[in-house]
Every structure is written in C-alpha cells, then in structure tokens.
C-alpha cells in the first residue's frame, strides 16, 4: 500500500497509464493476426514491443510506490 496521499495519487494514475498500455497491447495484437503487408507488420512488431517495454516499466513504478498493477479485462 502506498505510504502517502501522493504516492496514492500517483499509483492510481500510473495505473490508468497501465491500463491503457495492456489495452494497446491486446489491439496491437490484434492487427498483427489481420495484416497482410510485411511493411506494417514489422512496424506493428516494432510498436509492440515499445509498448510492452512501457507496461513493464509502469507495472515496475507501481510496485515499487506500494502499489499494486490493475489487470485490464
């Protein structure tokens, strides 16, 4: 549990942030399975994994603050 009203603040914030980075995720996903042009896949790949890299650093930052990271549904 976070120690501070801030550090509460900032958790759930963090945590809006995360949700929307395994959301993108899941859509990236998506796409990736759809697309036929080799060109927009590997930009999708790229994008992909830029966006994991960031959940795992906002997952990372929550729980380092007390928190702990919302799974999106």
Not at 26 to 35: D, G, K
Not at 38 to 63: C, G, M, Q, W
């Amino acid at each position: 549990m976070p120690e501070t009203t801030r550090d509460t603040k900032i958790v759930e914030l963090l945590n809006e942030a995360y949700g929307k980075e395994q959301q993108l995720t899941a859509a990236l996903e998506q796409h990736l399975q759809t697309t036929t042009r080799p060109d927009y896949e590997k930009r999708l790949n790229e994008h992909l994994k830029e966006t994991k890299s960031h959940a795992r650093d906002v997952s990372k930052r929550i729980t380092q603050l007390g928190g702990t990271p919302a799974q999106v549904s």
